[in-house]
């Protein structure tokens, strides 16, 4: 199953930017799709970003495109997945959690219950 463990969160201002990291351990996430999702206060969970495996393909989230960027990079054995935050706006703030899944298609990439490996979340906020 392996484990996630994400950081870089906190309070920022409104137009400032912020990277995430996901220290990703104790598996082979190099052949899963991995993603950033967020949770603002009250609401559901949403997709931020993904990345498939072996093409390194990323998507992105509407509200989100233009403005982040996810990446990966790897460093014995282990992988660290990122999430390059600019231009970041009072209604990004949420917790953002990193996920994982044991598949190499893009199929449902947007979709949170076909992730089965979560981080605990960081909690970015964006003041005005």
């Known amino acids: 199953q392996g484990q996630l463990v994400e950081s870089g969160g906190g309070l920022v201002q409104a137009g400032e930017s912020l990277r995430l990291s996901c220290e990703a351990s104790g598996h082979r996430f190099d052949r899963d799709v991995m993603a950033w999702f967020r949770q603002p206060p009250g609401k559901e969970r949403e997709f931020v970003a993904g990345?498939?495996?072996?093409?390194?393909?990323?998507?992105?989230g509407d509200s989100v495109a233009g403005r982040f960027t996810i990446s990966q990079d790897e460093a014995k054995n282990t992988m660290y997945l990122h999430l390059q935050m600019n231009s970041l706006k009072p209604e990004d703030t949420a917790v953002y959690f990193c996920?994982?899944?044991?598949?190499?298609?893009?199929?449902?990439?947007?979709?949170?219950?076909?992730?089965?490996?979560w981080g605990q979340g960081t909690q970015v906020t964006v003041a005005s």
């Open positions: 996920a994982a899944r044991p598949s190499q298609s893009a199929i449902e990439i947007r979709a949170p219950p076909t992730y089965n490996n």
């Open positions: 990345i498939t495996p072996f093409n390194f393909k990323t998507y992105y």
